[in-house]
């Protein structure tokens, strides 16, 4: 049952929400922040979502191999941590995303890790020169979400999972680029809960 408090806030929201709803995060955010979203259509293997704008932290990686991944998001978590020009210590939220993004010049691809920032976040500026701010659109995202530690193979099997079931539903999406989404600390051993996104056209 909500408290009174929770109900009060809810309340609030919808007040003052253009769309008149109150957004409650999903159990597998952990009772953390997450980027709202619309659930649009569910299909037997993925669901269709409509994102909210959001504020991400990103810092670009040289691969997708475990190494420059883990690499990657120790430098943003430090940054939320304190290491930053005021010490300043940032919410946890989740998810942490890993990002892939073929460049349309040479190809190849671009590779990157994030993590999402709560509204009305006042960011300082890193001591890291390499970790930016990168403030997202709205975006209808197609999510598939697996299970277990993901590993890169995943993200590729799931990707092309994902990709055939979209081919077969007919919808239109950005084929360059793809997300893997992680919910979940280190130390969860048992029910963990991961994404693959892919962004529709």
């Known amino acids: 049952m909500k408290s009174t408090l929770s109900v009060a806030l809810c309340f609030l929201i919808v007040v003052s929400h253009p769309l008149g709803e109150c957004w409650e995060a999903p159990s597998f955010c952990h009772e953390l922040q997450c980027p709202e979203y619309t659930v649009v259509n569910t299909y037997d293997n993925f669901e269709e979502r409509h994102y909210q704008p959001s504020q991400w932290i990103t810092q670009d990686i040289p691969s997708i191999h475990k190494d420059d991944v883990t690499a990657g998001f120790w430098k943003l978590y430090n940054f939320l941590q304190g290491e930053n020009n005021e010490k300043k210590v940032i919410p946890t939220t989740r998810p942490g995303l890993v990002s892939m993004n073929e460049d349309p010049g040479s190809g190849k691809p671009k590779v990157s890790v994030s993590f999402f920032i709560a509204p009305n ?36 099997k799931n990707r092309a999972m994902l990709t055939k079931d979209l081919k077969a539903e007919g919808k239109q999406f950005n084929d360059k680029r793809y997300e893997g989404a992680g919910y979940d600390p280190p130390w969860n051993l048992f029910n963990r809960h991961n994404e693959l996104w892919i962004y529709a056209a």
């Open 121 to 156: 976040t006042v960011l300082p500026k890193p001591n890291v020169e390499t970790i930016k701010v990168e403030n997202r659109p709205s975006a209808t995202i197609y999510v598939r979400v697996f299970g277990g530690f993901a590993s890169e193979d995943d993200a590729r």
